[in-house]
């Protein structure tokens, strides 16, 4: 009887994880592979989600272009995404920005706001990236 139980349990445990591991979906998977270091799958992935208005995503392009994790370094491309995320609300995009922008040019600052307002308006189709 206890081995029925216990088997019973380690079976409902699999399906459990099972379901959790099903239900994964881009925002969980460019996490994942962002912690484990894995920057350009990370950025095809969050991508999607930042062009669909999703602040949390549009935050974490940010990160990457500031680093150059996964994209090449750009301090523009990083205000852009920044922008965007502190736009929907985002708090951690807005300290972002502040601390992106102090380091850049005055003529960076304006390709970057340009830049920002043009992908907007075309709903991502028009961006240079």
């Keep these: ?3 029925q139980m216990i088997l019973g349990g ?5 399906q459990i994880l099972g379901i959790a591991s ?3 979906g881009p925002w969980e998977d460019g996490t994942a592979a962002y912690n484990r270091g894995d920057f350009v799958p990370a950025v095809r992935l969050f991508r999607p989600l ?4 999703n602040a949390k995503a ?8 500031r680093r150059g ?4 370094r750009n301090s523009v491309r990083a205000f852009v ?11 951690t995009a807005t300290a ?3 601390e992106v922008s102090q380091t850049m040019t005055g003529e960076e600052l304006a390709q970057a706001r340009e830049m920002a307002e043009a992908c907007e308006a075309s709903n991502y189709r028009s961006c240079e990236y």
């Design 1 to 3: 009887m206890k081995k």
């Design 10 to 14: 380690l079976m409902l445990a699999a």
């Design 22 to 24: 099903a239900v994964a």
């Design 50 to 53: 930042a062009e669909q208005g």
């Design 58 to 65: 549009q935050n974490m392009l940010g990160v990457m272009y």
């Design 69 to 72: 994790q996964g994209v090449a």
């Design 81 to 91: 995404w920044f922008s965007r995320a502190a736009a929907r609300g985002d708090a």
């Design 96 to 98: 972002e920005l502040r």
